[in-house]
């Protein structure tokens, strides 16, 4: 690990003013951050601590929605009365993430911004565009068998590793922000993860320096919420394909896929076809798709995920 300086911000607004310094780079519960610098993929000269700021609490918003403080903890928000009765598949999707001990230090916002697990980006002896950009990308012709099968690019086929943020997705979450003007900004969730394109390095719409202060959800819509996490273990391991779905009694609802592309994956115009089940839905979901040889599994396997969750929402399963 190499050498850096160290403060504590008492307040939102000291902690993105702090981060105006070149290399500066926030830390709350460290979970990736901290494994990445040992490994020596990051490596700030100046790191502000967060966890003094305040923003651990779980409100009520005025319009019946929730507003979660980037410092709550994963297995707090997991654990949260009002989480578990109305926004289910988020409680499900934090439960399927990672260990007991890694969601007692893990937050709201590092479980947003989390980097990817691709093999290639953790081996500094291999290029990686998302690592060193413009060194090319070894999962491309590599071992890609995790890798996105769409909304990939040829400089990146990463996969973005949240379980967290795909149910967010689902549940078409907002992500509140502040620079070191002070200037507060809101970023729906839908566009707060980038896809590769030309700068995979370039991973959320945050500007540098930007914290996030909270995710606020809308009101609850009802329904069926379910998470099905398929891997290749049964715990501790990132999704191979994951579904986040809430099913009405009708029939309709939403879905959002992890494991599939650089960032939680939805298409609205899917959502309208669960009616007419799995397969009209993954047509829909996976128009375009470039899967490697390696993981196109991943597309009937997706399917058959769906399919399971549509048959667990009609009480099937």
Not at 42 to 64: F, Q, S, W
Not at 109 to 135: A, E, H, I, W
Not at 235 to 257: C, E, H, P
């Amino acid at each position: 690990m190499k050498a850096f300086s160290y403060e504590r911000a008492a307040t939102p607004a000291q902690a993105a003013a702090a981060a105006t310094k070149p290399g500066a780079k926030f830390v709350a519960g460290g979970t990736n951050l901290l494994d990445l610098m040992k490994l020596q993929i990051e490596a700030p000269v100046h790191l502000v601590d967060i966890n003094g700021v305040g923003l651990d609490k779980i409100e009520r918003t005025p319009d019946g929605g929730l507003r979660i403080g980037a410092l709550v903890r994963n297995a707090d928000l997991a654990t949260d009365a009002r989480v578990r009765k109305d926004y289910g598949v988020l409680a499900r999707a934090l439960v399927a993430g990672a260990s007991g001990q890694l969601r007692n230090m893990a937050t709201t916002g590092g479980n947003l911004l989390q980097r990817t697990r691709c093999p290639y980006f953790y081996d500094t002896n291999m290029p990686c565009n998302k690592r060193v950009p413009g060194s090319g990308c070894s999962a491309i012709g590599g071992f890609s068998r995790q890798h996105a099968v769409v909304g990939s690019s040829d400089a990146c086929i990463a996969t973005h590793p949240s379980d967290m943020a795909v149910a967010m997705r689902a549940l078409d979450a907002s992500v509140e922000a502040v620079n070191a003007a002070g200037r507060m900004r809101v970023i729906p969730i839908a566009d707060f993860h980038k896809l590769p394109g030309s700068t995979p390095h370039i991973e959320t719409a945050l500007e540098p320096g930007e914290l996030i202060t909270a995710v606020t959800l809308p009101e609850p819509v009802g329904g069926r919420h379910l998470y099905r996490k398929v891997r290749d273990r049964a715990s501790y391991a990132f999704a191979l394909v994951s579904v986040a779905a809430i099913v009405q009694k009708d029939g309709t609802g939403r879905v959002a896929l992890g494991g599939v592309a650089h960032k939680p994956w939805r298409v609205e115009a899917a959502d309208a076809l669960l009616p007419r089940g799995s397969k009209a839905v993954a047509d829909a979901l996976f128009n375009g798709a470039r899967p490697t040889e390696q993981n196109a599994f991943k597309l009937p396997l997706a399917e058959r995920t769906i399919a399971a969750v549509l048959e667990q929402a009609r009480g099937r399963a």
